[in-house]
């Protein structure tokens, strides 16, 4: 089937439930999404109904308790931790609502962080190449305490885009930015998609929608 | 990006975090290597203080040597020679030899070439009662020294006394109030007193000496004598025994003995010295080394509580530094580092830590120990101590790590990447 070889996120049939003592949560039940190459998709949903368990399991750094996750043809949860960051590294960029930059390293550094999980690291041009199309050029060698909420989470995407990761897994990442910055970020994610890449975004905002080529409802468990 | 920026970065941001751990391997370090300077301090003292006291010994026995050779050269054996048949326990009971030899003995050694003996005093003695004065007395007869005719006479060692005069032994004249110059009668015959002897603690505070012909002449014993005193004798070496060759051989029917002399009481005198410094060296070697095992006891229970203490000390920080850094290891596991990689972030950390923490407490220790142990010298240096430090100090802080390390490589990223 030719939309198979275009699928690069296929999540199916995903359980999730959390056991935190006797109590039991269930984060997620049987859902699937899936992603084209190249698709933008935002998967909206409200405050605890498990948009964040989904990104976390669809990047292989979560388990489920049952279903199937591939991405670019992979399927990442028969992977050995070894190989799961390998693919990770190679695969997937992460973009979190809390950017979750290194605070003792530059805003150059950071970006560049992705190269210690590679053998070829030699990623400064590129990095600075993301720093100055984000327009990052004078906060380049200050710390991530030095920078205002949308220049982090610009840092952060520039360091999701440092490989050209075939998937961006997004989290609320507009939830603390400003409606410039938001713009800002959300035109990148576009411009990425339209260069090939895949944009797995979850949020509760709806001003995201209109960067989106498909919504999805995630409904929360009862 | 190299893993190795990362751990100095970290360093810069968290010092405290940093130069706590440091001081950690610092004290251990120093309190080890202080130790062992001063143990080392301690061997160098004693050392120092055993080779010096051997020496201080070595040069008093050579003294003593030099003494004893000055001493035997210049006087030599006393030897006493004494008819064949003189029974010894007599002659050390009644404290004079009784038995008789022709005094023409003496003239037979004069002539003799003789090597060893020199300052014959030939003697005649025994013990009577002084008829007049009703006294207990050892008369005797010396005829004062007899020279060898084949060697250069010297100033004789012993006077003669004069005929017709006496020398009175001092319980004698003291007891009998008689002075230097008063005339006393002997069996009939008057005599001069030539001299009052001194108090001298023998059987000489009861002797009577006179001259020899006038002794015999009283004593019915004409042309006899007892004993030839021989003074002086080069001895070859310490042999008695070739002096007794000799006499024999010129005079057959006598025999040989030493007499008690002083270079026998110094001889001894020098052994004991020479044992009882050897036993003070051996009491202050056995000493240096009791107070060395107090020593090291001491180290050997401090040692390992500190270096115990340091170790969970620093696991402590370790902890501590991998809590604060959650986040950090969340975003590394997220772009996909390896969970040994992220452990390596914290073993290099713990290597750098002990590294300048062995340096900086191998010269703090030994600062510390050679102040302690009041010694400065480039000898308590040990470069080979320095190279243990260096191997085990960060082996002890890896170990301190490796679990905080194990933790944080285990940690699950999704926990902290979850957080709003
Ligand atoms: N470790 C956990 N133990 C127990 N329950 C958890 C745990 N993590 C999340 N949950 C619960 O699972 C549900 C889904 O959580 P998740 O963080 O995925 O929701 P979310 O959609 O991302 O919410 P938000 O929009 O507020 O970020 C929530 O009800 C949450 O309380
Ligand atoms: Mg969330």
């Known amino acids: ?222 | 990006m190299k893993i190795g920026l990362l751990v100095v970065k970290e360093i810069k941001r968290r010092k405290l975090n940093f130069s706590l751990g440091l001081l950690s391997v610092i004290f251990a370090v120093a309190s080890v290597t202080g130790a062992l300077t001063m143990l080392k301090i301690h061997d160098i003292n004693s050392d120092k203080l055993i080779s010096g006291k051997e020496k201080e010994t070595r040069e008093r026995l050579a003294v003593l040597q030099d003494d004893y050779r000055k001493i035997t050269k210049k006087l030599g054996f006393n030897l006493l020679i004494l008819p064949e048949d003189q029974n010894l326990s007599d002659l050390y009971a009644d404290d004079f030899a009784a038995k008789l030899m022709p005094e023409s003995y003496v003239d037979s050694l004069a002539n003799s070439r003789s090597i060893f003996i020199r300052h014959l005093l030939p003697s005649l003695q025994e013990k009577m009662i002084w008829p007049e004065k009703h006294r207990t007395i050892i008369l005797t007869g010396i005829r004062g020294e007899v020279p060898f005719l084949h060697k250069n006479p010297k100033e004789p060692i012993i006077q003669a006394v004069p005929k017709g005069t006496i020398v009175l032994g001092y319980e004698l004249h003291k007891s009998m109030q008689i002075k230097e110059g008063d005339k006393v009668t002997l069996k009939g015959d008057i005599f001069t007193v030539r001299k009052c002897n001194e108090a001298r603690g023998n059987k000489d505070d009861i002797t009577v000496w006179i001259a020899l012909d006038e002794a015999q002449k009283i004593l019915n014993k004409e042309g006899k004598i007892n004993a030839i005193q021989a003074l002086k004798c080069h001895c070859a070496g310490n042999s008695l025994a070739a002096v007794r060759d000799e006499v024999h051989s010129v005079l057959p029917g006598t025999q040989v003995i030493e007499k008690g002399s002083k270079v026998l009481m110094r001889a001894e005198a020098r052994d004991r010295a020479a044992r009882e410094a050897l036993e003070a060296i051996e009491a202050e070697k056995n000493h240096r080394k009791s107070m060395r095992k107090e020593q090291e006891h001491f180290a050997s229970i401090l040692v390992p509580v500190v270096l115990f203490g340091s170790g969970i000390w620093i696991a402590f920080l370790f902890i501590g530094n991998v809590r604060e850094r959650k986040s950090e290891i969340g975003i590394l596991r997220a772009v996909g580092v390896k969970e040994w990689k992220i452990m390596k972030l914290f073993l290099l950390k713990a290597v750098i830590i002990g590294v300048l923490g062995a340096i900086a407490g191998y010269f703090a220790g030994l600062g510390t120990g050679g102040i302690l142990g009041g010694q400065f010298t480039l000898k308590i240096f040990d470069i080979n101590l320095l190279l243990i430090v260096l191997i085990f100090a960060p082996i002890l802080a890896l170990m301190a790590a490796y679990v905080p390390a194990t933790i944080a490589a285990r940690q699950n990223p999704a926990n902290v990447l979850r957080e709003e």
């Open chain 1, 1 to 222: 089937m030719e939309g198979k070889s275009d699928c690069m996120i296929e999540i199916n049939n995903v359980t999730k439930t959390y056991t935190k003592g006797n109590a039991k949560v269930k984060a997620l039940d049987n859902v699937s999404i899936s992603a084209a190459k190249g698709e933008f998709v935002v998967v909206k949903g409200s405050s605890g109904c498990g948009k964040t368990t989904l990104l976390l399991i669809a990047g292989g750094l979560l388990q489920p308790d049952s279903g199937s996750i591939k991405i670019n043809s992979q399927e990442i949860n028969k992977l050995s931790q070894e190989n799961l960051a390998e693919f990770r590294a190679d695969n997937i960029g992460f973009v979190f609502q809390q950017y979750h930059l290194i605070p003792y390293l530059s805003i150059l550094e950071n970006v560049n962080i992705p190269s210690l999980a590679h053998q070829t690291n030699n990623t400064e041009a590129r990095a600075i190449e993301l720093i100055e199309d984000l327009g990052l050029k004078r906060r380049m060698l200050h710390t991530p305490a030095e920078l205002s909420a949308g220049e982090k989470q610009r840092t952060a995407l520039a360091r999701a885009l440092l490989y050209d990761p075939a998937v961006i897994l997004a989290d609320e990442i507009t939830g603390n930015l400003d409606e410039k910055n938001a713009l800002i970020v959300l035109e990148k994610l576009t411009e990425y998609t339209n260069s090939g890449g895949t944009v797995l975004l979850v949020t509760h905002d709806d001003k995201v929608i209109k960067f989106a080529d498909r919504v999805v409802e995630l409904k929360a468990e009862e």
